[in-house]
């Protein structure tokens, strides 16, 4: 069973940076798609950014490109999501996500494509 497990959260004010981590157990992670998403306040959950698997290119969404990166470290079954530049809009719980089975046809973007999900991080930016 993959358990995915968030940390990195917190209070920052507005400009500064974060970096998130979701460490993941299993045997295969480096085949793994790995995702971040985020739920703010009184909105659904959306898409940040994520991997399709080890060697992907990574794929953001417009709001964070250029401020967010997302990277992985296959030797420590970890991926990152550097976030700088941060603007109060930022403010949402950060989730963790991990597409464990093969697909070649992964829409990386699409919260169905993930089988497992970590417990989320609460990551607050003031104005």
């Known amino acids: 069973q993959v358990q995915l497990v968030e940390s990195g959260g917190g209070l920052v004010q507005a400009g500064g940076s974060l970096r998130l981590s979701c460490a993941a157990s299993?045997?295969?992670?480096?085949?793994?798609?790995m995702g971040w998403f985020r739920r703010a306040p009184g909105k659904e959950r959306e898409f940040v950014a994520a991997?399709?698997?080890?060697?992907?290119?990574?794929y953001y969404a417009d709001s964070v490109k250029g401020r967010f990166t997302i990277s992985r470290d296959n030797a420590k079954n970890t991926v990152y999501l550097q976030m700088n530049s941060l603007k109060p809009e930022d403010t949402a719980v950060y989730y963790c996500?991990?597409?464990?089975?093969?697909?070649?046809?992964?829409?990386?973007?699409?919260?169905?494509?993930?089988?497992?999900w970590g417990q989320g991080t609460q990551v607050t930016v003031s104005s």
């Open positions: 996500a991990a597409g464990t089975y093969y697909s070649d046809t992964r829409n990386v973007r699409m919260q169905y494509e993930y089988d497992r």
């Open positions: 299993g045997r295969t992670f480096s085949s793994y798609a």
């Open positions: 991997f399709s698997g080890s060697g992907s290119r990574p």
